[in-house]
């Protein structure tokens, strides 16, 4: 059988090939209709045929991707600003002598448990952010030779080591910061695929992050999944539906899916 392997949110899922009868770069042009569905993003006139147009990210994860990627923009804007104001505020203890109450420990910082917690299956974004360790460690480390220039009476060489932080760590780390919200955004490119029961006609669209590859998989590379339905919980009850079985042909296993069941 040949399939081939889609992307919606850290979940990797499959479909026959058979059961797709196109894919096309998702252009949100579809026309809305009454629904309380908050995934049924509305029918789309194709081939001559109005096909429901369904966002699987939301029907899988209840939420779509495009609505996480904008959250995780928002996340690194701010801690972005929490290390600019972290400086500053340590700048303000030099200048007045007032305690620095914030975390010199990079690990404790909001960003800090973030990074040390956060994983992705982006690996662009994932490489733009293995460069944040060294000058958001940096940036951390500035605090103990500050308040040691303080401790020592050396109030103008710490203003001095500050202003020369600010211009090469933290304008370092701000750009990492830019470069990984342009990365979380320029690589969302939604597809969708238009599936079918007859090899002829669309019968429904599902709207997925990316294709990710297409595979060969042999019969004793499915394993059934009919037992570890019960271990589901509260998901769509649709979804439950189309998971047909677990592939392991490729590097990473995949979700098999039945769109026919989906409706």
């Given amino acids: ?31 809305s209709v009454p629904t309380d569905d908050s ?8 081939m001559g045929v109005p096909t429901p147009i369904y ?17 995780l923009v928002e996340l690194l ?11 500053d505020a340590l700048e303000n203890t030099a200048r007045t002598g007032i305690e620095f109450t914030k975390a010199k420990d990079p690990h404790q910082c909001a960003f800090g448990k973030w990074y040390d917690s956060f994983t992705t299956t982006n690996m662009d974004l994932a490489e733009v952010l ?5 000058p958001h460690k940096a940036i951390h480390n500035l605090a103990d030779s ?3 220039l303080l401790e020592q009476d050396k109030q103008t060489e710490a203003l001095t080591l500050i202003e020369v932080e600010r211009n090469s760590t933290l304008a370092s780390l701000r750009r990492l910061f830019a470069t990984a919200r342009d990365q979380v955004e320029v690589t969302y490119k939604p597809v969708t695929v238009f599936t079918t029961t007859d090899g002829r006609r669309p019968k429904l669209g599902f709207v997925v992050d990316k294709v990710e590859d297409s595979l060969h998989v042999e019969k004793d590379q499915i394993r059934s999944l009919d037992e570890i339905k019960q271990y589901t919980g509260d998901i769509d009850h649709r979804v439950a539906n189309m998971i047909n079985g677990l ?15 989906f409706i």
């Fill in 1 to 31: 059988m040949e399939v081939v392997n889609f992307r919606v949110g850290n979940r990797l899922v499959a479909f026959n090939i058979l059961d797709i009868l196109l894919t096309e770069k998702f252009t949100n042009d579809q026309t």
């Fill in 39 to 46: 995934a049924f993003l509305g029918v789309k006139d194709f």
């Fill in 55 to 71: 966002d699987l990210s939301i029907a899988m994860n209840k939420t779509s991707t495009k609505h996480q990627n904008k959250e």
């Fill in 77 to 87: 804007h701010l801690r972005e600003k929490d290390h600019v104001d972290w400086l």
């Fill in 130 to 134: 293995k460069k944040f360790d060294a």
């Fill in 146 to 148: 500050v308040l040691t």
């Fill in 247 to 261: 592939l392991t042909a490729g590097h990473t296993n995949s979700i098999l899916l039945s769109p026919q069941a």
